[in-house]
């Protein structure tokens, strides 16, 4: 059974930072594309990072410079460091999983920043 178990969000101030873990199992997580997406009340579920199998990244202009997507294959573990959070990076943030035969979801991890 597919398993994605996001950790580490949290409430922190302006300028803080916060390391966000997704635990996969039950597929070949050395094959797949991760991602990290956020929803913000009322508002569409965005992506904000990504990483191939090879390691290639992707980021949102909103979070270019402040977030690092990375990616432990012998943990099958992917992590979103964020530094300099602001208060629009306020949101629900999910871990995603690309495979051949499906896309996978965490049941998402809340960051709130504010002071």
């Known amino acids: 059974q597919v398993q994605l178990v996001e950790s580490g969000g949290g409430f922190v101030q302006p300028g803080g930072s916060l390391r966000l873990s997704c635990a996969a199992s039950?597929?070949?997580?050395?094959?797949?594309?991760m991602s990290w997406y956020r929803q913000a009340p009322g508002k569409e579920r965005e992506l904000v990072a990504a990483?191939?199998?090879?390691?290639?990244?992707y980021y949102t202009d909103s979070v270019k410079g402040r977030f690092t997507i990375s990616r432990d294959n012998a943990k099958n573990t992917v992590y979103l460091q964020m530094n300099s959070l602001k208060p629009e990076d306020t949101a629900v943030y999910y871990c995603s999983a690309r495979t051949t035969r499906s896309n996978y979801w965490g049941q998402g991890t809340q960051v709130t920043v504010s002071s």
């Open positions: 990483i191939s199998s090879v390691g290639s990244t």
């Open positions: 039950g597929f070949t997580f050395s094959y797949s594309a």
